[in-house]
C-alpha cells in the first residue's frame, strides 16, 4: 500500500535524493533535451505511485523542473509558484460560485500547482540535492494545502448551493482522513532515519508493475484535481468526491496496519 494516497501524493516527490548526479554549473549550456536527460536519469522509483503520478505528474513536473533550471530558478522558487497556483484554487472554491469555468479554472490550478510540486524535487536533484529549510517549505505548503482544499469544498458547498447539510460531513471527512496519512507518512520517513532503515527517498528505483498504478488511481491527487471539472454541478462532483473520500479512507485503513507492522519491525 505504501506510495498511494491524496496526502501521501504530496510527500512523494520530497527532494533529498541521495543518489542524484552533480548538477551541471549554471553557466553550462545545456539544453532543454539535454536537462530532461539528465532528469530522467536521476528519478526516483515508482514502486506503489498511482497512475496518474506516475506516468503524468512526474513527468510534467520533469518538464517544469528543466524549464525552470533554464530559467536559472532555485527549487525554493518553484515551490513558491506552485504554492501560487494551488492557493488561487483553493481561493476560487471558497470565493467563487461554482460554475463550470469556475470548476476547469480550479482544476487547472490544481494540477498545475501538483505538477510544480514534482518540479521542485526534482530540480533539486538535478542541482545536486535539497538543503533542510527547502524541504521544510515544501512539506509546509503540502500541509497546508492538503487541509485547505476540502476545508474550502467545505466552504464554498455552504456559501454557493443547497446540499444538504450532512453532506458538508464529506469535506471534513476527507480532510481528516488526508491530514492523518500526510503525518504518518512524515513520521514514517522520520522514523525510518532516525533508527537507520531506508527512507523513500533512499529506496531502490525498481519500477512496479501497472496493475498496482491502476489499483491505486482513485487515490491519487492527480484524479482529484480533475475531479474538480465537475464543481459547477454540484449532483455530478459530490458523488465523485466523496467516492474519492471513501477510497482514501479505505487505504488509510489498510495503510495503518501495515505502517505500524513497519514501524514495529524496526532496530529499537
Not at 532555485?74 to 469556475?102: D, H, K, R, Y
Amino acid at each position: 500500500m505504501d506510495g498511494s494516497g491524496n496526502a501521501l501524493a504530496e510527500v512523494e516527490e520530497t527532494r533529498p535524493a541521495t543518489a542524484a548526479a552533480p548538477a551541471p554549473r549554471p553557466a553550462d549550456p545545456v539544453g532543454l533535451r539535454a536537462t530532461l536527460q539528465r532528469l530522467s536519469a536521476a528519478q526516483k522509483g515508482s514502486a506503489g505511485a498511482p497512475l496518474y503520478s506516475r506516468f503524468v505528474n512526474r513527468p510534467l513536473g520533469r518538464f517544469f523542473a528543466a524549464l525552470a533550471f533554464g530559467a536559472g530558478l532555485t527549487p525554493n522558487a518553484v515551490t513558491a509558484v506552485s504554492a501560487a497556483f494551488t492557493a488561487v484554487g483553493i481561493a476560487l472554491l471558497a470565493l467563487v460560485p461554482p460554475s463550470v469555468p469556475m470548476g476547469l479554472a480550479v482544476a487547472a490550478c490544481l494540477v498545475l500547482g501538483y505538477g510544480l510540486d514534482a518540479a521542485d524535487g526534482q530540480l533539486a536533484r538535478l542541482r545536486g540535492g535539497g538543503s533542510p529549510a527547502g524541504e521544510w517549505l515544501d512539506h509546509m505548503v503540502d500541509a497546508a494545502k492538503v487541509a485547505g482544499l476540502h476545508l474550502a469544498v467545505a466552504i464554498g458547498l455552504y456559501r454557493f448551493t443547497d446540499v444538504d447539510p450532512a453532506v458538508l460531513l464529506i469535506p471534513l471527512g476527507f480532510c481528516f482522513v488526508d491530514v492523518v496519512i500526510f503525518f504518518a507518512m512524515i513520521l514514517n520517513e522520520a522514523l525510518r532515519a532516525q533508527h537507520g532503515a531506508a527512507t523513500r527517498a533512499q529506496g531502490p528505483t525498481q519500477q512496479v508493475g501497472i496493475a498496482r498504478s491502476v489499483l491505486a488511481l482513485p487515490t491519487d491527487y492527480g484524479v482529484l484535481a480533475l475531479a474538480f471539472v465537475f464543481f459547477g454541478a454540484t449532483s455530478v462532483f459530490v458523488p465523485v468526491y466523496a467516492a474519492l473520500g471513501l477510497a482514501e479512507g479505505l487505504f488509510l485503513a489498510l495503510a495503518l496496519v501495515k505502517w505500524f507492522r513497519e514501524m514495529d519491525r524496526l532496530p529499537r
